[in-house]
Nanobody
Framework: QVQIVESGGGMVQPGGSLRLSCAAS????????MRWYRQTPGKEREKIAQ???????NYATFIRDRFTISRENAKNTVYLQIDTLKPEDTGVYYC??????????????WGQGTSVTVPS
């Protein structure tokens, strides 16, 4: 089956930066659109950004140039660079990947999330 593993979270002081990684794996699977979501305390999970297999990106309207999504197709890995971290960025960041195989129709797969804490 498919495994989605996020990493790179942690505690960072305001103004700092983090790069989150998400590696997808699964024998026979092809990975298509890759997305980052986050869930901040007391709020619903929200989509931050997505990147298509061809590298085209989309960002949520509330993102103001502090987030950059990128991917390495050869490694089936997507990254999220977060700069100028703010306390309101605290939350759990989830990776979502579209994938399919010869035997599995296109569907979304989720990682377990990686926690980011920015103290106030």
């Amino acid at each position: 089956q498919v495994q989605i593993v996020e990493s790179g979270g942690g505690m960072v002081q305001p103004g700092g930066s983090l790069r989150l990684s998400c590696a997808a794996s699964g024998s026979g699977f092809t990975f298509y659109t890759m997305r980052w979501y986050r869930q901040t305390p007391g709020k619903e999970r929200e989509k931050i950004a997505q990147i298509f297999r061809n590298g085209v990106t989309n960002y949520a309207t509330f993102i103001r140039d502090r987030f950059t999504i990128s991917r390495e197709n050869a490694k089936n890995t997507v990254y999220l660079q977060i700069d100028t971290l703010k306390p309101e960025d605290t939350g759990v960041y989830y990776c979502n990947v579209e994938a399919s195989s010869q035997f599995v129709a296109l569907r979304d797969f989720w990682g377990q999330g990686t926690s980011v804490t920015v103290p106030s």
